[in-house]
């Protein structure tokens, strides 16, 4: 490359355990070795990666105090301090404060695109304020406009929906998938298997389903339940995993957990850092969310080689092979993902097929190298940097 060295300022709620956060933290050790120089702005500690970027050396900054304005405040004071060549704003807050901070300064300005929040099936959500929903639409909107160069989008799906509810022009965004790192997840085997459920305390002879997701509607956990309770009258060993941290949802989804009589069959694991590991003690992984952006656990559910029952919406069609590495059903559907669970467990061979080339597909398309590579050329052309072989 070049002899000038980009400076990036990120900007992003917290280095917490999502999807967002987890694909940061991976991606920082190739933006260093490519030359760049990063530096992390967050409003609030959170447990996940956040140790994990720190240990790597990355400077980040806490922002003290909180609200939008104070943010911007500060992260226009960082702009003015460090001069980063690119700021690049990740989840709704910082995109907001970010944006807002970097108004008149020379610093290209890039938000990601992580999710879908504007469509209309979020409105079923019966928290959702819809007065508060369109006043935060207007000025994402306005924002994006006005104080934005460029858009990162995870998937086509995220972009498709941005140019829909935010009516951005498609030439300004460009979609890189998120990828995960094959050396972090491993391999999976059937020894690990075995020591994996041994750690989880599950038998052998256990069918374990693992879901990943936070407890927010989003997430439809409620239909994954519904769909469990039938099931497991004919599948007694059956066991449910669901890790992801609590939420808007938890008291409901355990009190429903009890209401179905599912206590000893179902564990919520709360927030874990060895997601791997319950993958690889799992014989199939169900995603019920009503929407996404690029669902990271499902590429990790990928690299661990297992057969998929997820929803059928946009941003996991162009990640899955429907009826080769998984089946699709209609979102919100109990009675479809019983259909579809029923089905895998029930014939073993078209599982083990079906975990197969799940793995294929995550080392063809998904992994972090090739991720990182595609992130990394689009912060040289709009940083206007050429590559230079």
């Known amino acids: 490359m070049t002899g000038k060295k980009i400076k990036i300022l990120f900007v992003i709620d917290s280095l917490g355990g999502g999807g967002t956060e987890r694909s940061l933290a991976e991606l920082l050790p190739f933006l260093i070795q490519a030359g760049f120089t990063p530096i992390i702005a967050c409003f609030y500690h959170r447990e996940g990666v956040e140790s994990e970027v720190i240990r790597q050396g990355i400077d980040v900054r ?64 019966p928290r959702i304020n819809v007065l508060k929903f369109r006043l935060v639409q207007l000025i994402d909107t306005l924002t994006s406009h006005l104080l934005t160069t460029h858009f990162h989008a995870v998937s086509q799906a995220a972009k498709d929906a941005a140019v829909s509810s935010l009516r951005l022009p498609p030439e ?43 407890h927010e509607y989003q997430k439809g956990q409620k239909y994954l339940l519904e769909a469990f309770a039938a099931i497991s009258s004919v599948h007694p060993r059956l066991i449910l995993l669901v890790a992801g941290r609590q939420g808007n949802l938890t008291s409901e989804l355990e009190n429903f957990k009890h209401q179905l009589g599912l206590n000893g069959q179902v564990r919520f694991l709360g927030h874990r850092q060895d997601v791997a590991e319950i993958l690889a003690a799992a014989d199939l992984f169900v995603f019920p969310s009503l929407y996404e952006g690029l669902p ?25 092979e429907e009826n080769r590495n998984a089946v699709l059903v209609a979102p919100a559907s109990a009675s479809e993902l019983t259909k579809a669970i029923m089905s895998l467990l029930a014939d073993h061979d078209k599982a083990f097929a079906y975990g197969r080339h799940s793995r294929k597909i995550f080392e063809t398309h998904f992994t972090l190298q090739q991720s990182a590579a595609r992130m990394i050329a689009l912060y040289r052309r709009i940083a206007a940097v050429d590559k230079v072989d």
């Open 62 to 125: 806490f922002l003290k105090s909180k609200g939008l304005f104070t943010w911007a405040r500060q992260l226009r004071q960082l702009i003015k301090g460090e001069r980063p060549d690119i700021v690049h704003t990740m989840l709704a807050d910082a995109n907001l404060a970010g944006r807002l901070a970097a108004m008149g300064s020379p610093a290209v300005v890039i938000s990601s695109l992580v999710n879908t929040p504007y469509l209309p099936v979020r409105l079923k959500d």
């Open 296 to 320: 990271g656990a499902v590429l990790e559910a990928m690299a661990l080689g297992l057969p998929i029952v997820a929803s059928n919406i946009p941003p996991v069609r162009e990640i899955v």
């Open 172 to 214: 300004r965004i460009t979609v890189v998938e998120r990828g995960r790192d094959p050396n972090r997840l491993g391999l999976p085997s059937a020894e690990r298997r075995s020591q994996a459920r041994q750690r989880l305390q599950l038998a052998e002879q256990d069918e374990v389903i693992v879901n990943v997701g936070s």
